[in-house]
C-alpha cells in the first residue's frame, strides 16, 4: 500500500510513496540497533557538535522545509519557517545543556558514596502528527540523540516527505547513518516495531485514539511511553484584563495553524463585565486575517489538513447550534477548492453540552460567559483533557491562585500557551502523561540507575 502526499490546498496528490515492507523495517531496525552499540559511547561533545550542525542546516534550510509543510500540510510558508528555526533552537539546547542535565546526580545520606547515573538505553519510536511535521519530531529526537539512544520516525502518512527531509538533515548534519530512520509505514505496523528488542519506549503525539491504541500496545510489551494527546485549553479573561494583548494572543493562539494544534486556545471563558468587548473584538480581528494559499507569504491562515478534519470539524459546530449555541461568524464550509474554513466564532452553547467536552482541532472559537472566577475554573475543569490554558489578568497574584486550581499540564499568566524548550511539557487526563523538554525530557527516556558504594 502507498502513502500519499497530498496538497490540502489544491486537493491534489503531489508525491506517492511506497510504503516500507516489514522485512525492510525490520531490517532497518537491524541496523539502527547495531550502530546504537557504537553511538552510546559517544562523547556528549561529539554529540553536541552534530546537533549543533543540524539546528545551522534548519535555519539555512527554513524556507525550503516550510514549502514542504505549506504543500503537504498546509501550514503558512511564514509559520513553517518560525516552526524550522524553532527546530533549531532545541538543538542548540540539549547540545548546549544536555551533558549536565545527565551529569551524576549526587546523593546524601545513602551510603558512604552514592550518586545516580542516566544511562541511555536503545532505540526510541517516534509516532508523530502532521500538524507540526518538524517540530514534534525535534523536540523528541534532539533530547533522545543528546543522551545517547537512536532514535526511529513514524510519521503520519500524509506528510512523507517532511519524514524524508528530516531524516536527510540528521545525515547532512554527519549523525551516523542509522542513528536516525525515518520508517514509511502504516499504523498498523506500529506493534511490530514495538516487537524489536532494541525498541526500549515510544513516544507518540496524536489523538486520544492513537494514544490508547500505541500506549496498550507498548504496555503489553513492557515498554516505556510517554504520551502527548489532545487538549481543549480554558483561556480564562478577568474583568482587569489588557484586553488589546488578550484579544491579539486569542488569534494566534486559536488561528494559528488553521486552528490544529493541540495547546491552542478552544474555550474562551470571559468575565460577564468584558464578555461583550471581547467577543465584538475577536470577531474584528479574525476579520482581518489573510485566508488563502499558504505558499503565499501574505497569508495568516491556510486549509486545513484533510477534507476529513474539515467535516468533523463542521459536525462539531452544528452540534454547538443544535445544543442552543449562537454563531457570531464563519461556521460552515465555504465553497471552492481546497479544505478551507473560516475563522469563526460561537458563543452561548450550554456548557453541558457534550461538543463542549471535546477537543475542536479548528480555527473555531468556544465562548462562554462567567460572573466569576470560581464559576471559569469550574468551567475549566469541565472536560477530561488537561494539556494547557491561559488566564488574563492584571493581578497577578489572583491570576496564580487559579491557575493552582485549575487541573492541567501548564498554565500560562498573560502570556501564550506553548511548548518551551526550558519547560516540561505534557497533560493530564485524556492529554497524556510523561514530559518532553527542559530536564524532564531528556530522562524520560535513559535508564536512571543508582549507584551506591558502602
Known amino acids: 500500500m502507498g502513502i500519499q502526499s497530498l496538497n490540502p490546498a489544491t486537493e491534489k496528490v503531489v508525491a506517492s510513496f511506497e510504503s516500507y515492507s516489514e522485512q525492510q523495517v525490520q531490517s532497518i531496525l537491524d541496523s539502527v540497533a547495531v550502530e546504537w552499540a557504537g553511538w552510546k559511547e559517544r562523547s556528549f561533545s561529539e554529540r553536541g557538535a552534530l546537533l549543533k550542525k543540524a539546528a545551522e542546516l534548519l535555519r539555512e534550510r527554513s524556507g525550503e522545509l516550510a514549502a514542504i509543510m505549506a504543500v503537504e500540510m498546509g501550514k503558512p510558508v511564514k509559520q513553517g519557517e518560525g516552526e524550522a528555526v524553532k527546530c ?17 546526580t549526587p546523593v546524601e545520606g545513602a551510603g558512604r558514596k552514592a550518586y545516580i547515573t542516566y544511562e541511555p538505553l536503545g532505540t526510541v519510536l517516534t509516532v508523530m502528527p502532521w500538524n507540526f511535521p518538524f517540530w514534534q519530531v525535534f523536540r523528541i529526537a ?5 543522551a545517547g539512544n537512536a532514535v526511529v520516525l513514524k510519521h503520519a502518512s500524509n506528510v512523507p516527505q517532511c519524514a524524508l527531509a528530516i531524516e536527510k538533515i540528521f545525515r547532512d548534519a554527519g549523525f551516523p547513518e542509522n542513528i536516525f530512520r525515518t520508517l514509511l509505514i502504516g499504523a498498523r505496523q506500529v506493534e511490530a516495531v514495538l516487537d524489536h528488542d532494541s525498541v526500549f519506549a515510544v513516544s507518540l503525539t496524536g489523538s486520544e485514539f492513537a494514544g490508547q491504541k500505541v500506549a496498550s500496545a507498548a504496555g503489553a510489551r513492557l515498554k516505556k511511553s510517554v504520551m502527548e494527546l489532545g487538549g481543549s485549553d480554558p483561556f480564562i479573561v478577568m474583568e482587569d484584563a489588557d484586553m488589546e494583548e488578550a484579544v491579539r494572543t486569542a488569534i494566534i493562539s486559536r488561528c494559528g495553524n488553521t486552528g490544529q494544534t493541540c495547546i491552542a486556545a478552544k474555550r474562551f471563558i470571559v468575565m460577564d463585565g468584558v464578555y461583550d468587548e471581547f467577543v465584538s473584538q475577536l470577531s474584528a480581528a479574525m476579520d482581518k486575517l489573510v485566508v488563502g ?67 475542536m482541532f479548528g480555527p473555531v472559537a468556544m465562548v462562554f460567559r462567567v ?53 516540561p511539557f505534557g497533560g493530564i487526563g485524556l492529554s497524556g502523561f510523561g514530559r518532553e523538554l527542559g530536564t524532564y525530557g531528556i530522562r524520560e527516556f535513559v535508564n536512571v540507575k543508582p549507584i551506591c558504594v558502602g
Open 88 to 104: 533549531g533552537v532545541v538543538c542548540d539546547y540539549y547540545a548546549d545543556n544536555g551533558a549536565e542535565m545527565l551529569a551524576p
Open 371 to 423: 460572573l466569576s472566577a470560581d464559576e471559569a475554573v469550574e468551567i475549566a475543569n469541565s472536560t477530561p483533557f488537561g494539556l494547557g490554558g491561559s488566564i488574563w489578568s492584571k493581578d497577578e497574584d489572583g491570576a496564580e491562585k487559579v491557575a493552582a486550581r485549575i487541573r492541567t499540564g501548564c498554565v500560562f499568566i498573560n502570556s501564550l500557551v506553548r511548548s518551551d524548550v526550558h519547560l
Open 142 to 146: 534532539a533530547p533522545s540523540l543528546m
Open 293 to 359: 494559499d499558504p505558499l503565499d507569504r501574505a497569508t495568516d491562515m491556510g486549509p486545513m489538513s484533510s477534507g476529513r478534519l474539515r467535516a468533523e470539524l463542521q459536525e462539531q459546530v452544528d452540534r454547538c447550534v443544535a445544543a442552543g449555541g449562537s454563531i457570531v461568524r464563519g461556521g460552515s464550509i465555504p465553497e471552492g477548492t481546497g479544505y478551507y474554513y473560516p475563522p469563526s466564532i460561537v458563543t452561548g452553547i450550554p456548557v453541558t453540552a457534550d461538543v463542549c467536552r471535546e477537543e
